[in-house]
Structures are given as C-alpha cells and as structure tokens.
C-alpha cells in the first residue's frame, strides 16, 4: 500500500444525491459486492504534513461513524445537505488510503472563505474529484443546474484544470468523474439518454434543443468519464426511498472502482512528469536561464495587479460587490509568474486582503442600507398586501441578505433585525395566500406565535371560510367515492371529521371559532348520513336481485362491520339480513335437505333470526329427529371440556325443546361440566406430585397455575348459561392446598440444603444455592419465610469472599489444683495459668500468668480473617507455671471450621481433662439458619 494517502474532492449541490450515493457504496462494500476492491473506513488524526509553517490543528476522523451514519439513513428517505466540511478516510484493498473530503455549497458560493476553509489547498492537492449533477434537471431544468453548478465549475478552473498564466501546474491528468445522479427519474424518451449526452449538455457544447453556444467551462482531462448512476433503486417519490430488500444500484461500485485505478494511474503518470521537470530545471540553472530579472518579473506582476484592481473598482462603482471581490481572489489564487514570488514588500498587490475586507463590509453596508424602507414597513407590522410589488420586492431583499452568512459575524446587529424582518415578510405571505384545504389551516396555526400580536385575529378569522371549502372538497370526493358503494366514501367522511375535531382542540381556538367549526362539524355528518342512507339503499337493492341468499348476505354483514352507522341505519341492514335468511331457509326446505345438514347450517348461522331457526327445527321434528335424547347421550360421554362447550351451544340453539327437557339438558351439561373440572383437578394434582418428586418446584407451581387458568376460563365459558356453584365447590381450596403444600416442600429442601453445606462447602456449591435461594423468594413473593430466606441470601453475599472477624478468649476454668501438694502456705493455694491460643493463619495470642480463681474474666482478642473453604485449625494449651517446672494442663485441636456456618464450631465451652475454656467469634453477620 502506497504511503503518500490519495485526496477525493466531492462535489455536488445540495439535494443532488451526494449522501445517498455514498451510503449506498458503503452498503454495497457491507455486503460483498464490490468486484475489485474491499473498503475500510479508518478513522486516524490528520497532524502536520512535513514541511508545512503553519500546520493545521490536530483533526480526530471519525470515519467508521461518518460510515455507519450514512448507512443507517439509507432507506429512511431522511434528506441531508452538506453546510460544513465532511472529511474520512478509507483503505481501498490493499493498493491505496483515501482521504475523502466534501464540498458544501454555501462555502463555494463565496469564493472569498476558500482560504478559510482550506478548501484552496486541499483543491489544488487533490487526486481525483467526483461531480455530481442532476440527470434530470439537466434535461429540463438546465438554468437552474447550471447555477447551482457554478461554485464548483470556478473550484475546477481554478484549482484542478488551472489553463490561465501563472499556474502552478496544469493538472489535465486529474481524473474528474461526471455522476449524473437519480438517473431512475428518467422516463418516456429520457431513458434512451446517454452519459456522454448529458455531459455535452450540461457543460455547454449542445443545448437543449441542440443549437447552444459550442462553450466548454474547462478542458476534458485524460482520465476524465462519466456515468449514469441509480444509488438505490426506483424511488416511490422525492421522500420515500426504495425497500432495502428492493436495493438495486446502478453504476456505483463500478464507477468508484474506476476512479481508484484512474487516480493510481494518474499519480504515476505525474511522478515521471515530475522527474523530467527537475532534471529540465537543473539543467537550466546549470546553463544560466533561470537569470530572469527581477524587474522584468515586477512588471509582469505589476500589470497584472493594475488590471484586476481596475477590474475591481469598475465592479465596485455598480454596487457589483462579489464580481468586485471575485477579481481580487482570483489575482490572489494564480500566484506569482513562472512560480516564483517576489519579496512582500515589493509585491504588487499586497493590500489585496486588506481590500477584499474593505469589499465585503462595504457590500454588507449598501446591502443592509437598501433594506432600510422595508426593515420601516416589519417595524410598523402593519397588515400588509402580500400581492403588491412593493411587498414581493421587500421579501426577496431580504431573502437575498440572509443568503450571506458571512454578515452575520460582520455585522450581527444588523442580520438579527433583517431575520426579524423575515419573519413579518413570511406571515405577510401567509396573510395573502389562499385558504382552502387542510393544510392551509394547518399552516395558520403554525405560523400563528410568530406573526405580529394584531395579526392574529384576522389570520384566525380565515380559519371558517376555509373550513368551508375543504370540506366541499372532502364532501365532492367522498359522493364520488360512493358511487362504488363500497363505504370508502364514508371512511373519507370519519377522517375529514377526526381532523376538524383536532383543529378544534388547537389553544389557539375562540370559542366563535369553535361555534364556526363546529356547524361545520354538523354539517358534515349531515351529509355522511345521508350518504350511508343512499349506500344502504344500493346494497340492499343489490342483495334483493341477487338470486344466492348467501352472497347477499355476504354483502350486507361486509358493510355493517366496515363502517360505523346509526342505530336505525344498522336495523335498516338486519331486517335486510332478516329477509335474506328467510329466503334461505325457502331454499333448503325446498331441496328437501337432511337433517345433519340442516343443524350444521343452525351452527353455520348463529345471527339467523328466531322465526327462521324455528322453521328449520319444526322440520326436523316433522323427518322424526329428536335432537334433545341425542344431545343428552353426547352430553354425558363427552371427554374435552372443548367438546362438551359446542354441546352446551347445541342446546341455547334447540328452539323446538319444550321448557322441560332443556331444563333437564342444562343440568347434564352442568353435572359433565363438574366431572371433567374434578377429573382434570385430579390430572393436575398427579403432574404437581411428579415435579415434587424431581425437587422442580418451578414446575409444580407452574402446573397449579396452568390449572387455575382453565379452571376460571371454563368458569367464565359456562357461567352464563349453567349453574357452576356446584362444579366450583368440587374443586374448592385445590389451589390454595396445593400452593402451601409445594410452599413448604421448597422450604424443607432449601433448610435441607443449608444443612449439607454447614460443615463443608465449595464456591461453586455456594453459588448454586445462592441461585435456588433467588428462585424461592421470586417463586413465592408472598411467602411467610420470604423475610427469612432474604436473611440468608444476605449472610452468604457477606460471606463469599471471606469476612474479618474477632476472636475472643473470654474465660477458663481449671477444675483441679496442681499445686495442692505445696499448698503449705496460701501462696500455693492455687493454680498459677498460662493460655496460649494459635489459630494456624498468623494469628496467636498467649496470656499473662494468671491465678485460677473462681473461672476468672480474660477476654483477649485476635483479628482473623474466617471462609466458607478454609481449614481454621485452632490451638490452645492450658498450662500450670510452677517455680520447678510449668505443667501442661490440656491441648485443645479444634479443626475443619469451614462450611457456611463453621465459624460457629468456635463458640462457646471447650473441654479437655480438668481444664474448659470459653471463646467467642464476633464480626460475622448473623444467619437465621
């Protein structure tokens, strides 16, 4: 990979598809479809370059970020313009690094702020530049195009393809790559238009009708082409972008790959061009031809400055300020002659700066001093005529100021009373514009806060008479709609009247406001009724000459669902139904149907009227079919609670049954109902017994629970229609038996547990409990031994990693008298003791002599640090000092204290022989188990 990084100038207006195409190159990159290289965002601080005096400040670029940003807005159709400079890098393969930097338009425009920018010496050290320009607005937009393609036109000319005087270099062997963007637009007989076309169009040499002006902005370069190119796919319109699975670029891979071999060949070609011109200019020195006169060149320089002066001050005179300025910058840019500058203080022209800034507060001056009378007229925020010259005149001074946002730092007092203005001269055009539709009203209220405080009565007042006629407009098109009969007319209707109820919710309302809006309001439900009347007439006259009862009923149910209607609209529609019905019931007496098929046609048709069912039961009756005995015998032998429900809908259906038999119906329905809860509580009780039996207490709750759900779903199901105290008696205090029973069988096993780990433990034993101690307390949030549970879960955090603790030597006892048989004399009364206690971890005390008398207080303390898995072996030794020979006592080896509880083993009594000592652990938190 090269060293020397590669520079990419991009250049476009705002809009044109800059952002779009970028993202989508890196997206395809994402998904493997480039054909020769793989790019790699690299993000890296630009420092110094080597030889610079003025190295540019430290630059942090974020290039993986800059990436991921234009990937993620890809398919959103979010709309992004460039306003500041955008830099990154990238790895091409492993041929190159790029460096890509971006051109915002607003920068261009002035050329005055290039040296500010930087943007001058990152042009003339570029590598490569890619163009974008609009297909579509080159072919029928062409004025348009060509004058937001001006900045960039002068940045080439100048600075890429420099064919003036006193260039530094003449860079024909840069590749500029022309990219006619959003080329999906092109339809009709634009799909037939090539690159190559639209290039000679734009750039001058045809015209739209083929008979331009035969003029070139710059001389074509060697490795220049250019493409047409589709970044995404087909747009559904200017917002809405393609799906991404619908991604499909044309023209994006394959131009950029072109660009980086081109830039590579081009490089290689300037480096051999470089050494020839080093070894042409040593052998000229050598020869004595670089003894150019210095006078000669002041001369030169001299008459070129006096021609851009006057150029300047001619321009100045008509008020023309950015041609003024414009002829300055470009003396400036083309530098001294044959490239080599004379001292400063013989330089023709350099005060250039001094007059350019002259320039730039002058034309700020005159520009502001123009806008005088109309600043007067948005003080006075008088209610304009937005119609009148004098106002279209005022608005687009204005517009024109606030375009230089340089004058916003030169002159700030001055833009902030020109945006001021603005706002005047946009609710003026707000005054003068038409209200019509929704969105005008909508705008209103809007732009409301800002236009002036005695405005916004009369902007408010327009509100009724546009009310007016959008709704006309809503009420013309939904009639049209109902021509169809199909209540998308109706729908219009619902919408146009949520939004008339938001407008009158807006604070902005009065109540003569909401009184205009609301006869509005009136108004159209006026007319939705009468429209629903007139597709309620057509759909029941359509359903009448129908010759299938069935497709007519379709019909009318499809629109009583789709539409909201009143309540005498919906009867107009049932007694429709009801007619249908009864036609289709003609039917099936008519072809003589079997009974089996004419109670599947009752269940088919629960909403058939009450006459009509009972046409179709008296003919069952009259073929010989008792329903209720069959409905009995299925009622009893039925297994699933799913089957036993359609028997119970079977018998709200049996409309022939006298009251008798569907009262004796019910109740078998009901007892079924109690024997398939007890049977399925039953189930239930021998899957809970099984989990127990695992220890899957989880599992066992979660059965009762599964349990409890059906129970109140089948509960709900036949509550309605059927006696359920006695099936809910059945199955009464189940739950709450067995929750306590699986409450008190997880306690066990946890206090079980607890046991097993109390003498011995490994961390890995000590997380798994710590684990089932969690489950418990999320298990049973109610649980009586929640509190107690938590108590351990908080002892065995405190102990995990090992606690600092205190133990403490508090008394001793020696039963018998070891200096009995020298008990000549009180003096050897007694035992005269020493204790020595060794913990094995670095801790040991050892106490003074001291006389046994009657269990004497010692209470000496060592720090030692206790853990669940460490061997705490603990030493202590009794002697007896006497002047001949001490005597020991007892020896006491307590070991193996670890364990969750092991500690405790320490505390309290320990006796050997005649001789007991009392110890006591503190500084360990307390466990209820």
């Given at each position: 990979?090269?060293?020397r990084?590669?520079?990419?100038?991009?250049?476009?207006?705002?809009?044109?598809?800059?952002?779009?195409?970028l993202?989508?190159?890196?997206?395809?990159?994402?998904?493997?479809?480039?054909?020769k290289y793989?790019?790699a965002?690299?993000?890296e601080?630009?420092?110094?370059?080597?030889?610079?005096?003025?190295?540019?400040?430290?630059q942090?670029?974020n290039?993986?970020q800059?990436?991921?940003?234009?990937?993620?807005?890809l398919?959103?159709?979010?709309?992004?313009?460039t306003h500041?400079r955008?830099?990154?890098?990238?790895?091409v393969?492993?041929?190159m690094?790029?460096r890509?930097?971006?051109?915002?338009?607003?920068?261009?425009?002035?050329?005055?702020?290039?040296?500010?920018?930087?943007?001058?010496?990152?042009?003339?050290t570029?590598?490569?530049?890619?163009?974008f320009?609009?297909?579509?607005?080159?072919l029928?937009?062409?004025?348009e195009?060509?004058?937001?393609?001006?900045?960039?036109?002068?940045?080439?000319?100048?600075?890429?393809?420099?064919?003036?005087?006193?260039a530094?270099e003449?860079?024909?062997?840069?590749?500029?790559?022309?990219?006619?963007t959003k080329?999906?637009?092109?339809?009709?007989?634009?799909?037939?238009v090539?690159?190559?076309?639209?290039?000679?169009?734009?750039s001058?040499?045809?015209?739209?009708s083929?008979?331009?002006?035969?003029?070139?902005?710059?001389?074509k370069?060697q490795?220049?082409?250019?493409?047409?190119?589709t970044?995404?796919?087909?747009?559904?319109?200017?917002?809405?972008p393609p799906?991404?699975?619908?991604?499909?670029?044309?023209?994006v891979?394959?131009s950029?790959?072109s660009?980086?071999?081109?830039?590579?060949?081009a490089?290689?070609?300037?480096?051999g061009?470089?050494?020839?011109?080093?070894?042409?200019?040593?052998?000229?020195?050598?020869?004595?031809?670089?003894?150019?006169a210095?006078?000669?060149?002041y001369?030169?320089?001299?008459?070129?400055?006096n021609?851009?002066?006057?150029?300047?001050q001619l321009?100045?005179?008509?008020?023309?300020?950015?041609?003024?300025i414009?002829?300055?910058?470009d003396?400036r840019?083309?530098?001294?002659?044959l490239?080599?500058?004379?001292?400063s203080?013989?330089?023709?022209?350099?005060?250039?700066?001094?007059?350019i800034?002259?320039?730039?507060r002058d034309?700020?001056?005159?520009?502001y001093?123009g806008?005088?009378?109309?600043?007067?007229?948005a003080?006075?925020?008088?209610?304009p005529?937005?119609?009148?010259?004098?106002?279209?005149?005022?608005?687009?001074?204005?517009?024109?100021?606030?375009?230089n946002?340089?004058?916003?730092?030169?002159?700030?007092e001055?833009?902030?009373?020109?945006k001021?203005?603005e706002?005047?001269?946009a609710?003026?055009a707000?005054?003068?514009?038409?209200?019509?539709?929704?969105?005008d009203?909508?705008?209103?209220?809007?732009?409301?806060?800002?236009?002036?405080?005695?405005w916004?009565?009369?902007?408010?007042?327009?509100i009724?008479?546009?009310?007016?006629?959008w709704i006309?407009?809503?009420?013309q098109?939904?009639a049209a709609?109902?021509?169809?009969?199909?209540?998308?007319?109706l729908?219009?209707y619902?919408?146009?009247?949520?939004?008339l109820?938001a407008?009158?919710s807006?604070?902005?309302?009065n109540?003569?406001?909401?009184?205009?809006l609301?006869?509005?309001?009136?108004?159209?439900?006026?007319?939705?009724?009468s429209q629903a009347?007139?597709l309620?007439?057509?759909?029941?006259?359509?359903?009448?000459?129908?010759?299938?009862?069935?497709?007519?009923?379709?019909?009318?149910?499809?629109?009583?669902?789709?539409?909201?209607?009143s309540e005498?609209?919906?009867?107009?529609l049932?007694?429709a139904?009801?007619?249908?019905y009864?036609?289709?019931?003609?039917?099936?007496?008519?072809?003589k149907?079997?009974?089996e098929?004419?109670?599947?046609y009752?269940?088919q048709?629960?909403?058939?009227?009450k006459s009509?069912?009972?046409?179709?039961?008296?003919?069952?009756?009259?073929?010989?079919?008792?329903?209720?005995?069959?409905?009995?015998?299925?009622?009893?032998?039925?297994?699933?609670?799913?089957?036993?429900?359609?028997k119970?809908?079977?018998?709200?259906?049996l409309?022939?049954?006298?009251?008798?038999?569907?009262?004796?119906?019910?109740?078998a329905?009901?007892?079924?109902?109690?024997?398939?809860?007890?049977?399925?509580?039953?189930?239930?009780g021998?899957?809970?017994?099984?989990?127990?039996?695992k220890?899957?207490?989880?599992?066992?709750?979660?059965?009762?629970?599964?349990?409890s759900?059906?129970?109140?779903?089948n509960?709900?199901?036949?509550?309605?229609?059927?006696?359920?105290?006695?099936?809910?008696?059945?199955?009464a205090?189940?739950e709450?038996?067995?929750?306590?029973?699986?409450?008190t069988?997880?306690?066990?096993?946890?206090r079980?547990r607890?046991?097993?780990?109390?003498?011995?433990?490994?961390?890995?034993?000590?997380?798994?409990?710590?684990?089932?101690?969690?489950?418990?307390?999320?298990?049973?949030?109610?649980?009586?031994?929640?509190?107690?549970?938590?108590?351990?879960?908080?002892?065995?955090?405190?102990?995990?990693n090992?606690?600092?603790?205190?133990?403490?030597?508090?008394?001793?006892?020696?039963t018998?008298?070891?200096?009995?048989?020298?008990a000549?004399t009180?003096?050897?009364?007694?035992?005269?003791?020493?204790?020595?206690?060794?913990?094995?971890?670095?801790?040991?005390?050892?106490?003074?002599?001291?006389?046994?008398?009657?269990?004497?207080?010692?209470?000496?303390?060592?720090?030692?640090?206790?853990e669940?898995?460490?061997?705490?072996?603990?030493k202590?030794?009794?002697?007896?000092?006497?002047?001949k020979e001490?005597?020991?006592?007892?020896?006491f080896?307590?070991?193996?204290?670890?364990?969750?509880?092991?500690?405790?083993?320490?505390n309290?009594?320990h006796?050997?022989g005649?001789?007991?000592?009392?110890?006591?652990?503190?500084?360990i938190?307390?466990?209820p188990w």
């Amino acid at each position: 990979m090269e060293k020397r990084p590669y520079k990419l100038a991009i250049m476009g207006a705002s809009g044109v598809g800059k952002t779009v195409f970028l993202g989508s190159y890196f997206y395809a990159n994402e998904r493997g479809m480039g054909k020769k290289y793989h790019i790699a965002p690299l993000n890296e601080k630009l420092t110094a370059a080597p030889g610079q005096t003025e190295p540019p400040d430290e630059q942090e670029l974020n290039s993986v970020q800059v990436v991921n940003e234009l990937i993620d807005i890809l398919f959103k159709g979010t709309q992004i313009g460039t306003h500041k400079r955008v830099d990154m890098s990238m790895t091409v393969g492993d041929r190159m690094k790029v460096r890509l930097f971006d051109l915002p338009g607003g920068f261009t425009v002035d050329s005055t702020r290039w040296e500010d920018q930087k943007i001058r010496e990152d042009l003339e050290t570029a590598d490569g530049v890619i163009f974008f320009i609009p297909a579509w607005d080159t072919l029928h937009n062409y004025a348009e195009c060509r004058k937001t393609s001006t900045p960039f036109d002068t940045a080439i000319s100048q600075y890429i393809r420099n064919e003036k005087a006193g260039a530094k270099e003449k860079k024909a062997d840069i590749p500029i790559y022309f990219l006619f963007t959003k080329a999906d637009k092109l339809q009709g007989a634009d799909k037939d238009v090539t690159a190559e076309q639209l290039l000679d169009l734009w750039s001058g040499l045809k015209s739209a009708s083929q008979t331009g002006s035969q003029r070139s902005f710059f001389k074509k370069g060697q490795f220049d082409k250019t493409f047409l190119v589709t970044s995404l796919g087909t747009w559904l319109d200017d917002r809405t972008p393609p799906k991404e699975e619908e991604y499909q670029p044309i023209n994006v891979v394959e131009s950029m790959e072109s660009l980086f071999d081109d830039m590579a060949r081009a490089r290689r070609l300037r480096d051999g061009n470089s050494l020839l011109k080093k070894a042409s200019i040593f052998a000229a020195a050598a020869l004595g031809i670089f003894a150019l006169a210095a006078g000669t060149l002041y001369s030169v320089q001299k008459l070129r400055w006096n021609g851009a002066e006057r150029a300047s001050q001619l321009a100045a005179a008509r008020q023309n300020y950015p041609e003024a300025i414009k002829a300055l910058d470009d003396f400036r840019a083309h530098g001294a002659p044959l490239g080599l500058p004379l001292p400063s203080f013989m330089s023709p022209g350099k005060d250039a700066g001094v007059q350019i800034e002259k320039l730039r507060r002058d034309y700020e001056a005159d520009s502001y001093k123009g806008l005088a009378g109309y600043l007067q007229i948005a003080d006075a925020a008088e209610l304009p005529d937005s119609r009148s010259d004098s106002f279209k005149q005022g608005s687009q001074a204005v517009k024109d100021y606030l375009t230089n946002d340089a004058f916003a730092a030169m002159a700030p007092e001055h833009y902030a009373a020109v945006k001021k203005a603005e706002r005047y001269y946009a609710a003026g055009a707000m005054m003068g514009g038409t209200v019509k539709t929704l969105d005008d009203i909508e705008g209103i209220l809007r732009q409301i806060d800002l236009a002036p405080e005695n405005w916004r009565e009369p902007l408010l007042n327009r509100i009724p008479a546009g009310a007016t006629a959008w709704i006309a407009a809503v009420d013309q098109d939904a009639a049209a709609k109902e021509a169809e009969a199909s209540g998308s007319g109706l729908q219009e209707y619902d919408r146009a009247a949520s939004q008339l109820r938001a407008l009158m919710s807006s604070p902005h309302m009065n109540d003569q406001l909401r009184e205009a809006l609301n006869a509005q309001l009136g108004a159209l439900e006026k007319s939705r009724s009468s429209q629903a009347d007139k597709l309620i007439s057509a759909k029941i006259a359509a359903a009448g000459s129908m010759e299938n009862p069935e497709e007519a009923l379709r019909g009318l149910e499809e629109l009583k669902a789709s539409v909201t209607l009143s309540e005498a609209q919906i009867k107009r529609l049932q007694d429709a139904a009801d007619r249908q019905y009864e036609a289709l019931v003609d039917r099936w007496l008519s072809d003589k149907t079997a009974a089996e098929t004419l109670r599947g046609y009752l269940r088919q048709y629960p909403d058939m009227p009450k006459s009509a069912k009972s046409r179709v039961d008296s003919s069952l009756q009259r073929m010989g079919y008792i329903r209720s005995e069959d409905l009995r015998q299925s009622i009893l032998f039925a297994d699933y609670m799913s089957t036993l429900m359609e028997k119970a809908k079977e018998v709200n259906e049996l409309h022939t049954a006298s009251a008798q038999e569907l009262q004796e119906l019910r109740g078998a329905v009901a007892q079924r109902f109690q024997e398939l809860l007890s049977r399925n509580a039953a189930v239930a009780g021998e899957e809970i017994a099984d989990s127990l039996a695992k220890n899957d207490f989880s599992k066992a709750k979660g059965h009762i629970e599964g349990f409890s759900a059906q129970k109140k779903s089948n509960l709900a199901d036949f509550s309605r229609s059927y006696g359920t105290s006695a099936a809910e008696n059945s199955v009464a205090g189940w739950e709450e038996s067995w929750t306590s029973k699986v409450l008190t069988e997880n306690y066990r096993f946890l206090r079980d547990r607890f046991r097993e780990y109390k003498d011995t433990c490994e961390p890995s034993d000590l997380n798994t409990f710590s684990k089932e101690l969690k489950a418990f307390t999320d298990r049973w949030p109610g649980a009586p031994q929640k509190d107690e549970v938590q108590q351990v879960i908080d002892y065995i955090r405190a102990i995990r990693n090992g606690v600092d603790a205190v133990l403490t030597l508090e008394s001793a006892l020696v039963t018998k008298n070891y200096d009995s048989a020298f008990a000549t004399t009180h003096l050897f009364n007694e035992n005269d003791l020493q204790i020595t206690l060794d913990m094995g971890v670095g801790a040991s005390l050892k106490t003074p002599v001291f006389e046994d008398d009657n269990h004497p207080q010692i209470n000496m303390s060592i720090p030692f640090k206790w853990e669940t898995k460490c061997e705490i072996t603990c030493k202590i030794k009794v002697i007896d000092v006497d002047i001949k020979e001490d005597d020991t006592i007892a020896e006491f080896l307590l070991t193996s204290c670890n364990g969750i509880a092991g500690w405790r083993k320490l505390n309290g009594p320990h006796t050997q022989g005649d001789a007991t000592v009392w110890l006591k652990v503190e500084g360990i938190p307390d466990c209820p188990w």
